[in-house]
């Protein structure tokens, strides 16, 4: 009977051909692997780990340079506004719960703080995104939020009436509202605020290309929500409000037309030389 002499090294090659064993998966650490690793964990809604693996990608230089500080900007910009939102919520919670408003104003401070920490992220990614790419379109390499809709979660109206939820029921609430605020990032970027259908059309089929006057007033209300933050009522921090001002005050140079903006940096300019600024 015949041997069959063929090399082992051939026939480990042909053995990886055939069972894709040997496929070239992204190093760990490397670039493909935390752009994998934020369009896996932006499908499921973990716009968390989204934000810190765009974070690593920002650092380092590869193919994926131009496309990730404007979608780290959304998922940044739609944290901020769910979560100083639900602050706000747990707020009106604790003035409806006179005889027992402890838990919201507890949750209410833990909502805000954690508002206000990825408020500085955000103003920090905001002003690299000016520093590398000062001018031209925003490229939005990325489907539309794939979990979630425009619509407060329902039990919302009972936070605001003064209802006490578990902490467990309270984490999969906290959960739909930033799945809510990411989605309405998204729709505002694309100059389709609150119009969910049509942000959905327009990011049909990524990547796509949007002017950047439209993106900065986009990116302008997550800049809004971010300086309210830090106003005498919440904060109390004029210098970081003051900063979020002048960001606004240049997007609408840019768009002076945008909806909003003026009552904004009105509004901001007001509590600044209230403040002294």
Avoid at 37 to 52: I, M, V
Avoid at 91 to 114: I, Y
Avoid at 212 to 231: D, K, N, Q, S
Wanted: charged share 20%; proline share 6%; glycine share 6%.
């Amino acid at each position: 009977m015949a041997r069959n002499n063929i090399p082992l090294g051939i026939l480990a090659a042909a053995i990886c051909l055939l069972t894709l064993s040997c496929s070239t998966a992204p190093s760990p650490g490397s670039a493909p692997f935390h752009w994998d690793a934020a369009k896996e964990t932006f499908l499921s809604g973990d716009y968390r780990k989204t934000s810190e693996n765009l974070e690593k990608l920002a650092g380092m230089k590869s193919e994926f340079n131009g496309r990730i500080r404007p979608w780290r900007l959304i998922v940044l910009s739609g944290m901020v506004q769910a979560n100083a939102e639900f602050a706000d919520q747990f707020e009106q919670g604790a003035r409806a719960n006179k005889a027992n408003p402890t838990p919201f104003r507890r949750e209410m401070d833990e909502s805000r703080a954690l508002a206000a920490r990825l408020a500085l992220t955000f103003g920090e990614a905001y002003a690299e995104f000016q520093r590398v790419q000062p001018e031209g379109a925003a490229t939005l390499d990325f489907p539309f939020p794939a979990r979630g809709n425009l619509s407060l979660p329902s039990q919302i109206a009972r936070i605001t009436a003064g209802s006490v939820y578990s902490s467990q029921e309270l984490e999969v609430v906290r959960s739909a509202m930033i799945q809510r605020g990411v989605i309405q990032a998204a729709c505002q970027a694309v100059g389709a605020t609150d119009d969910m259908a049509r942000a959905r059309e327009l990011f049909k089929s990524p990547p796509i290309q949007i002017e950047r006057p439209t993106f900065e007033a986009g990116i302008a209300h997550g800049l809004y929500a971010a300086a309210t933050l830090f106003g005498r009522d919440k904060r109390a921090r004029p210098e970081q409000q003051k900063f979020f001002h002048d960001q606004l005050v240049n997007i609408a140079k840019l768009n002076p037309s945008a909806p909003k903006l003026k009552d904004w940096i009105s509004s901001l300019a007001m509590e600044l030389k209230a403040a002294g600024m």
